[in-house]
């Protein structure tokens, strides 16, 4: 997984909405073998609970414990 950008921390700060956090398992497979279409239960989705941070909270920081958060699903 790529490191996540500030880009969605300021989409946080700004918006003031929950983020859900969530992980695709299975399309990196998909991707390589170049296919456009999965098969049945070859996708695998974890849904996190919603979280909000503090709007003073650095764009960066949030990306980090963001990623933190997906990576522990």
Do not use: C, Y
Not at 26 to 41: I, N, P, S, T, Y
Not at 50 to 68: K, S, Y
């Amino acid at each position: 997984m790529a490191p996540f950008q500030s880009g969605i921390g300021l989409l946080a700060e700004n918006l003031a909405l929950p983020i859900v956090p969530m992980r695709l398992d299975g399309v990196w497979q998909m991707k390589k073998e170049h296919r456009r279409l999965a098969r049945f239960g070859e996708i695998t989705v974890h849904i996190g609970a919603p979280v909000t941070f503090p709007p003073n909270m650095p764009a960066d920081e949030v990306a980090r414990q963001l990623q933190t958060l997906v990576l522990s699903l």
